[in-house]
């Protein structure tokens, strides 16, 4: 199974940006879709999760300004990034989960200026 996330970019505090997930197997042969970010010399943190039974959640920094959405047609899972701040500048993974098997793709780089 591949992941390959495309969109990552350089973009001033306010704008927005999408960044997608290519899998190379449908999105609801998971379990679940995740985002995630990781900054230099932080964890890497959550930002927002999709399971295969249509639930959703986000965290608490990026609620009410990014939405994770899928395509099934296309096995792409999405995150619409509005109101970045700089504090958003992260490489941003996608991962999906089968109960038995973890996935993650390369990463994409999110840099907000201010």
């Known amino acids: 199974v591949q992941l390959v996330e495309s969109g990552g970019g350089l973009v001033q505090a306010g704008g927005s940006l999408r960044l997608s997930c290519q899998a190379s197997?449908?999105?609801?042969?998971?379990?679940?879709a995740n985002w995630y970010r990781q900054a230099p010399g932080d964890e890497r943190d959550l930002v927002a999760s999709?399971?295969?039974?249509?639930?959703?959640i986000y965290a608490d920094s990026v609620k009410g300004r990014f939405t994770i959405s899928g395509d099934d047609d296309k096995n792409m899972v999405f995150l619409q990034m509005n109101s970045l701040r700089p504090e958003d500048t992260a490489v941003y993974y996608c991962?999906?989960?089968?109960?038995?098997?973890?996935?993650w793709g390369q990463g994409t780089q999110v840099t907000v200026s201010s």
């Open positions: 197997r449908p999105i609801f042969s998971f379990s679940v």
């Open positions: 991962n999906a989960d089968t109960d038995i098997r973890h996935y």
């Open positions: 999709m399971s295969s039974t249509g639930r959703i």
